[in-house]
């Protein structure tokens, strides 16, 4: 499967992005879907996941409560809420498809390319 993120952008504390990542290839609802970042200088962590159906999501605490993921299974396509922006949220952000079990992390073997979201105070 092939992935391609998009909607990152510069807005400022307290705003809203949407980000959406694209993807093709053979049946999307086969797969776990998630959203990563990597901010300046720290490791890549997860941000939220979300099952085939849909029916199932996990949250990082850092993002709980103001960031929402959901998918589009019939536009193969994954989105990422963003509400409450603060600075640390600063990163670059990436989507990625996991053929196991979407809660593990570790499933995630399909990457698309970052799109960079900066919140300025």
């Known amino acids: 499967v092939q992935l391609q993120a998009s909607g990152g952008g510069l807005v400022q504390a307290g705003g809203s992005l949407r980000l959406s990542c694209a993807a093709s290839g053979p049946t999307f609802s086969n797969y776990g879907m998630g959203w990563f970042r990597r901010a300046p200088g720290k490791e890549r962590d997860f941000v939220a996941l979300i099952n085939g159906s849909g029916g199932s999501t996990r949250y990082a605490d850092s993002v709980k409560d103001r960031f929402t993921i959901s998918r589009d299974n019939a536009k193969n396509t994954v989105y990422l809420q963003m509400k409450t922006l603060k600075p640390e949220d600063t990163a670059i952000y990436y989507c990625?498809?996991?053929?196991?079990?979407?809660?593990?992390?570790?499933?995630?073997?399909?990457w698309g390319q970052g799109t960079q979201v900066t919140v300025s105070s």
């Open positions: 990625a498809a996991a053929r196991g079990s979407y809660y593990f992390t570790r499933n995630y073997d399909y």
